[in-house]
């Protein structure tokens, strides 16, 4: 299964090392630097509709600027995290793979072989 779209940040390492993982790049298809272009409140939206994930996982919790919010983040309402979100793209937890049933965001272990069976199906 190919991906819709790929959020990811040109200047993240992570990223790079993911997409090295994956053999994907810059033209596998629709991969769009955060920097750039940032996605959308419904696009955000439509990311926790189709994604198995809970909407709190596609917050960088170790963004810098999320850390000087100084938020309690975890009881948040969907509409209050895609506003958090929408604040700086460094909040959005990278990459962000979008597939026509799932979204799949950050680079934990997890979230990363997710992608590769995905992509290998």
Request: proline residues 3%; positive net charge.
């Amino acid at each position: 299964m190919q991906f819709t779209k790929v959020y990811y940040l040109g200047t993240c390492d992570t990223c790079k090392r993911i997409f090295r993982e994956l053999n994907l790049d810059k033209s596998s298809g629709n991969i769009i630097d955060l920097k750039k272009q940032m996605p959308d409140n419904d696009e955000i939206s439509n990311w926790f509709d189709k994604s198995e994930s809970d909407p709190i996982d596609f917050i960088n919790k170790r963004s810098r600027q999320l850390k000087r919010k100084d938020l309690d983040y975890s009881n948040m309402e969907k509409s209050e995290i895609v506003d958090l979100l929408l604040s700086h793209y460094s909040i959005i937890a990278r990459p962000v793979f979008v597939f026509e049933d799932d979204v799949i965001p950050g680079n934990s272990k997890k979230s990363v072989e997710k992608v590769r069976k995905k992509l290998t199906s």
